[in-house]
């Protein structure tokens, strides 16, 4: 007889001012210009989709997505560095393209550093589009890098004739 471990069930859930300590270390373990534990404090503020994704209590990676005018754009996405390589980052991107679709928005846009290869490899699997550059857009050691700008079209569920 073979036992096959399975993975425990992680889950979403709304981002909480709690989290932020969590998220913040978070972070700076994943980015080497991290976001503030302010910015994160400023979108939960202003009204972002800010969700976190958690095993037990856990946190290991969440999404921040901001919608208006029809338009969406992913703020950030991460997964805790120890977590990577286990589909979880697609599921948070998931879930933030389903909260845009709940919102109505027609496109979701987002950066991305050229250099972070599993996170363009991510967009382009599930249909983002390059298209265009935002030119020294993130910092570097010796100089600023450009940002890849993506976009998906989000499509209307089909509906029966």
């Known amino acids: 007889m073979v036992a096959i471990m399975q993975e425990p069930i992680s889950n979403f859930r ?3 001012a709690s989290d932020l300590e969590t998220i ?11 976001w503030t ?3 994160f404090r400023d ?3 202003a009204g972002y989709e800010c969700w976190v994704l958690e095993r037990s209590t856990e946190l290991i990676g969440y999404g921040v997505l901001s919608v208006a005018g029809g338009e969406a754009h992913i703020l950030n996405l991460c ?5 990577q390589g286990r589909g979880h980052g697609r599921r948070i991107l998931a879930r933030l393209l389903d909260l845009a679709r709940w919102h109505h928005a027609d496109r979701v846009f987002l950066e991305v550093r050229p250099s972070n290869k599993p996170a363009v490899a991510l967009y382009d699997s ?12 993130y910092p570097g050691k010796k100089s600023r890098e450009d940002a890849l700008v993506m976009a998906i079209e989000l499509l209307a569920p089909e509906t029966d004739p």
Request: hydrophobic letters at 40%; one cysteine or more; glycine letters at 10%.
């Open 24 to 34: 913040s270390r978070i972070e700076l373990s994943a980015y080497p210009y991290p």
């Open 79 to 83: 997964v805790a560095p120890g977590e």
């Open 14 to 16: 709304a981002m909480r």
């Open 37 to 39: 534990f302010g910015i």
């Open 43 to 45: 979108c939960m503020a």
């Open 126 to 137: 599930v249909g983002f589009n390059e298209i265009g550059k935002r030119p020294n857009y």
